[in-house]
């Protein structure tokens, strides 16, 4: 598998805004990040995403992916940064199905790299 087209969505969930995400994003989706934020699931990761500011810039490293099936992951650090703000590192991971011949982002998990 080519996981080239699933790096370049990664990166868009990164820096594009809502309307990335409603296209590219099962409805039934589920995001975890640090708190304060928790838990986020379908419609609230949209919502969520229009009240916080956009990231400028991110860069993945030690990139790792998986797949069975329909289902790929992608797993790796990223270092991010958002206008006015210091730099964000985090261990993360996303997890991709192929719906109808298209994959979509089911899940992503961010760690905060301490």
């Not at 309307?19 to 039934?28: L, R």
């Amino acid at each position: 598998m080519n996981y080239q087209e699933l790096w370049e969505m990664e990166k868009s969930f990164w820096l594009d805004g809502p309307d990335f995400y409603k296209s590219s994003m099962a409805p039934n989706a589920r995001m975890v990040f640090p708190a304060p934020v928790g838990i986020l699931a379908g419609q609230e990761i949209v919502e969520g995403l229009r009240q916080s500011p956009r990231w400028m810039s991110v860069d993945f490293h030690k990139k790792t992916e998986t797949e069975l099936g329909d289902t790929a992951v992608l797993a790796y650090e990223a270092s991010g940064k958002r206008d006015g703000e210091g730099a964000y590192i985090a261990f993360c991971a996303s997890t991709y199905v192929r719906k109808d011949g298209a994959w979509v982002l089911l899940a992503h998990q961010q760690t905060p790299k301490a």
